[in-house]
């Protein structure tokens, strides 16, 4: 199963863009479900429903939170899920099975589907104007890191980390680091190579207007929603990629704390969100 996971890993890593965190994260979770079945004599070929439903009364009986329960399923859904992708298994195991969500938390708000947040990028693929390369790149960080238009304009060159010519990692404050997948940091060194650098300012800000001042606000709100627009998705904000970056991370099975750590909050009490759609 050793080969399988490293493949799946990779998989990731080339074809979904993860981070190094969520990379870790389904590694030892994977790991994790090895051990379960070296102890249970079980190849990965055996393993069936009521293996999976095995697991998760042994992760209960550990005394696991609901949320790192469903952190750990979901990674075992898409484990599975790429293994019937290859054609290494016939049927995925996963189907058919759920796991309860934390009592006091509802996973609704209003967000985007997947489909449209890619219609989104798809708008401004293949636009080389600097106003096109820019709104690509802010576009990729709400989405990926869930910052609202606030946060993102506060962002400095100096926050920014570019390794190896190809990976961007974000320095966001409070000790809060986060690494770029590939899409996300292709399109930001884009900008800084072909926008940023040959804007004349003296401001040290990330984003800059045509007049190289730090944008306001409501010229990050403005952006989304023009683009939205145009790609026929109506009346989108920012607001709705930032919700939709939760929505993902409560799917993946983190806690209302993970989640806050995740956005930098200071204060990590539970929050109800209210889905209307």
């Known amino acids: 199963m050793e080969s399988l996971v490293q493949k799946y890993l990779s998989y990731l890593v080339s074809e979904k863009a993860c981070g190094l965190n969520t990379i870790l994260n389904y590694k030892y979770d994977l790991h994790q479900f090895e051990d379960f079945l070296f102890n249970k004599k079980l190849s990965w070929k055996r393993v069936d429903q009521q293996t999976i439903r095995e697991f998760i009364k042994f992760l209960e009986e550990r005394g696991l939170a609901t949320s790192s329960i469903r952190r750990k399923f979901a990674c075992l859904r898409s ?12 049927a995925d195991p996963t189907e058919g ?23 989104l990028f798809d708008e401004l693929s293949g636009n080389t104007d600097p106003v096109s390369i820019k709104n690509r790149a802010v576009l990729k960080i709400i989405a990926e890191t869930g910052l609202e238009p606030t946060d993102l304009v506060s962002l400095n060159l100096s926050d920014v980390e570019v390794n190896s010519g190809s990976s961007v990692l974000l320095n966001l404050g409070r000790s809060r680091q986060i690494e770029l997948s590939g899409e996300a940091s292709s399109s930001l060194i884009l900008y800084l190579d072909e926008v ?3 804007v004349a300012t003296e401001t040290e ?5 045509s007049r190289g001042q730090r944008p306001s606000r409501q010229a990050i709100w403005y952006s989304v929603t023009k683009t939205a627009k145009k790609a026929g998705l109506g009346e989108i904000s920012p607001k709705a990629l930032h919700n939709s ?4 991370r409560m799917q993946e099975g983190l806690s209302s704390q993970e989640i806050h750590r995740l956005l930098g909050h200071v204060n990590e009490e539970v929050r109800t969100y209210v889905l209307s759609g």
């Open 97 to 119: 099975i759920t796991v309860p969500g934390p009592r006091n938390l509802r996973i609704s708000i209003k967000s985007l589907p997947r489909e449209a947040i890619q219609s």
């Open 196 to 198: 940023r650098s040959k």
């Open 205 to 209: 800000a990330l984003f800059v207007n």
């Open 79 to 90: 484990f599975f899920s790429f293994l019937k992708l290859e054609g290494l298994v016939e």
């Open 245 to 248: 970056f939760i929505a993902e």
